[in-house]
């Protein structure tokens, strides 16, 4: 069967872009510079994403085209190639990808509701207390013991399943190509509108100074490199089953290196803006209230469900600030959802050759079914510990182990000259020593790191049997699935 190709190089950039400009862009980046150095963390960031983000995103995209497959049938064919079975190593990755898709879509639904109650700023003065106990209505649970379910959580969850199960269901081209031309330029857009505003602000220029202010100091902390490093990998998108896919779908002749660049550099650029977004944000929040920047300045879920509605609560015109910004984050994390089931519901076609249509209508159904465990009063607790376990454990490792294989089982050179083949610019061997050493050694450490302190501290004073059923048991059966279905694979399986 033909295989599906991007109508356009544009739609394809935008399709990779959407995928890696997430959520995490928006929250995690701004709170990771400044709590790293400020200014002095672009050091080690740029550094990490010129010898792993570009390099790595460039391995992927050569894969996925030249052998045309999902990531269990890349790596199915690499082994062959040289008489081992590896079809394993891109099952896990998709199950990962299977796994966060779950999760993530409840985090689209709260700022689905958010984007709701921002036109008139339902969620009142303490919104701390509103997201919590009125919003998820987190009580005495824990991730499992879920509580009740939550309706008006569910529906606009549904909502996101229902917009990602039609971009997939359409296809490459009439789905999720045309999703992502509309929807990468209105972030951008919204995003800069947001910006200009917000600069002029009293207090915004003080909040940019806290973000960019650099703390030289903070350059010889291996810390601070781990953090680079960490966010790279997180935010790109590769190590789970994504770009593989993607790729695949790539026409013959395409610019693999401009593609690769251009991917990385318009994500790391976003994440710039975000970061100047959210501190000008910040900083007139500090101004409005009296306070140190330090003591409004949060992570993770606070800033985007509790920190930014206050700040909009201040925010001239927020009626249209507001829905300006919850929806930038909606349109965020549905791109971004939609490639995460595209690299699932392509596998699932790979494997059991089934046509998009009953494939997509698979993937999708299970996934809702399995994702309204977070639409619960516990859902944010299951929520943090299988995204703790998700991203810094079973995604490190797998993004560690693609590269040991690629990079010293197999001539990463291979691959770099194919790459150069067909592409307007050639990368030398830069490209190698990224890939074989200077990338395997950081994600060492940070994988080293996280798993001494997982298994010496546990995480996030979880009791240890939700952690030993939630993190550390979903990852040993996502390790045996994947060895169990690459056990009972035939070594011709079409691959």
């Known amino acids: 069967m033909q295989r599906e190709q991007w109508n356009s190089r544009v739609g394809f950039i935008l399709a990779a872009v959407g995928s890696a400009i997430g959520l995490g862009n928006i929250w995690r980046f701004p709170y990771m510079a400044y709590e790293n150095g400020g200014g002095a963390f672009f050091i080690p960031y740029l550094f990490a ?93 824990s991730p499992t013991n879920l509580g009740l379910f939550q309706m008006h959580i569910a ?10 199960s039609l971009a997939i269901f359409t296809g490459v081209k009439g789905g999720i ?35 960019f202010e650099p703390d030289f100091s903070k350059i010889f902390d291996a810390k601070v490199w781990s953090a680079a ?39 790391c650029g976003f994440s ?23 003591d409004v300045v949060s992570s993770g879920v606070g800033l985007a469900f509790v920190t930014i509605p206050a700040a909009i ?11 300006l910004f919850f929806l930038a984050l909606v349109v965020a994390g549905l791109s971004s959802h939609i490639s995460i089931i595209e690299a699932v519901t392509s596998a699932v076609m790979d494997k059991l050759h089934l ?29 943090d510990l299988v995204d703790y376990f998700i991203n810094n454990v079973a995604l490190l490792a797998s993004c560690f182990v693609e590269l040991l294989i690629l990079a010293w089982l197999f001539k990463i050179a291979d691959i770099r000259d194919y790459a150069n083949r067909i592409s307007e610019f050639t990368v030398g061997h830069w490209f190698d020593l990224c890939l074989r050493f200077i990338s395997p050694t950081m994600l060492a450490i940070i994988l080293v790191k996280n798993l001494v302190n997982t298994i010496s501290e546990g995480y ?25 279905i690459n056990l009972f694979s035939k070594n011709n399986d079409e691959v």
């Open 49 to 141: 994403m010129l010898s792993a983000g570009i390099p790595f995103m460039i391995m992927e995209f050569s894969l996925g085209h030249r052998l045309r497959g999902a990531a269990p049938k890349v790596f199915s064919k690499l082994g062959q190639n040289y008489g081992l079975r590896l079809e394993w190593l891109g099952w896990f990755q998709v199950f990962i990808a299977a796994i966060i898709a779950i999760y993530y879509v409840a985090i689209i639904g709260w700022a689905i509701s958010f984007f709701s109650f921002s036109f008139t700023q339902s969620w009142g003065t303490d919104t701390n207390a509103f997201f919590f106990k009125e919003y998820l209505q987190l009580g005495e649970h």
């Open 155 to 164: 529906i606009p969850m549904a909502i996101a399943w229902s917009i990602t």
């Open 177 to 211: 190509e045309r999703a992502s031309k509309i929807m990468m330029p209105l972030l951008f857009i919204m995003v800069l509108a947001l910006i200009g505003r917000i600069i002029f602000l009293p207090g915004a220029l003080e909040g940019l100074n806290y973000l």
């Open 229 to 267: 490093y960490g966010q790279i990998f997180f935010s790109l998108s590769v190590g789970f089953a994504i770009m593989l896919a993607y790729s695949s779908y790539l026409p013959d002749k395409s610019d693999i290196n401009n593609n690769a660049f251009m991917t990385v550099l318009i994500n």
């Open 272 to 294: 710039i803006l975000s970061g100047i977004l959210i501190f000008g944000v910040l900083g007139y929040m500090a101004m409005e209230q009296g306070k140190a920047l330090t």
């Open 313 to 323: 609560n201040l925010l001239p015109a927020p009626y249209i600030l507001g829905p």
């Open 355 to 383: 046509s998009r249509k009953r494939a997509a209508s698979l993937v999708c159904g299970i996934g809702f079914i399995v994702s309204m465990a977070f639409a619960t009063s516990g859902g944010l607790l299951l929520l």
């Open 460 to 484: 996030g004073g979880y009791p240890m049997r939700d952690q030993l059923i939630l993190g550390w048991g979903l990852i040993a059966c996502m390790l045996v699935l994947s060895l169990f």
